[in-house]
């Protein structure tokens, strides 16, 4: 493990413990956790938020997809941001998957896959809407998230990395915050985050540019996607970039920015601190796009 990936899982972990200080499982929330969906232990593990006070015998899903720059994460961290979402009438799916440096991409992409096919086998015990999934995700999840789209959107991509989406499978629509989506720029422009791809891809780091070019796999299938970042995420040089292929290609898409140089809560991933007004605007909106999206 590189010395950054260690200080990440060092660091971060004691930010996100403060961020979640104080907060509670929500009233009119159904939880259900540590549920198995692989064979790769406390990587494969998931939970499901489901509104209890909800008059509908089945929910459209949201899948979260974590962020951590691919080395960090697990869903208790994520939980309450979920939980929040599952208020706003969704079933949220909130797991953890197969990090770096332990596992190499596609690991996390063969674990999101996995996710989805137990939804569709599981979904008549948990109620869930199979007809409308869509999937969130932040940072590194962003852009694990613009991928599995991506995959289930362009055979190629999907028979390059041997992940096969349930058949006929596309998000309904995806929202991709603060991330990361320029494989090249990060290569070229930041010796760190060199760092976190070699954890990453090992020796295949000089294929990065293959293996991982959301550039490259676009196409006019591409899910409609609300994109967002804030004034004061480190990632934001990213959104243009995103922006243009989502142009390129003719996707529906929703670009924001939240915040202002006023706003110092407006940093990257924001929206997960539901402490805060800026979290509750931002997911407000996503989640009005993904009704938006419903069939």
Known sequence: MSKYSE???AAWSINDARRNKGLTVPKGIDVYSDISYGDAGDFNLLDVYIPSDSPHSKHPVVVSIHGG???YGTKEIYRYYLMSIAKRGFAAVNFNYRLAPEYQFPAALEDANKVIKWIFENSEQYGFDTKN???????AGAHYTS???ALCTNKKYSELLNIAPPENFVPNAICLNCGLYDTSFAINNDPRRIEL???LLKDKIDDASVLMDL???MTKDFPPTFAMTSWYDMLKNHQPFLVNLLKENSVEYVSKLYGNENTKEAGHVFHVNVKHNLASICNDEECEFLRSHIV
């Open 7 to 9: 200080e990440i899982r």
């Open 69 to 71: 720059a691919y080395v």
């Open 133 to 139: 999934i869509f999937l969130v995700g932040d940072s």
């Open 147 to 149: 991928l599995y789209a």
């Open 197 to 199: 791809l070699t954890d």
């Open 215 to 217: 550039k490259r796999y």
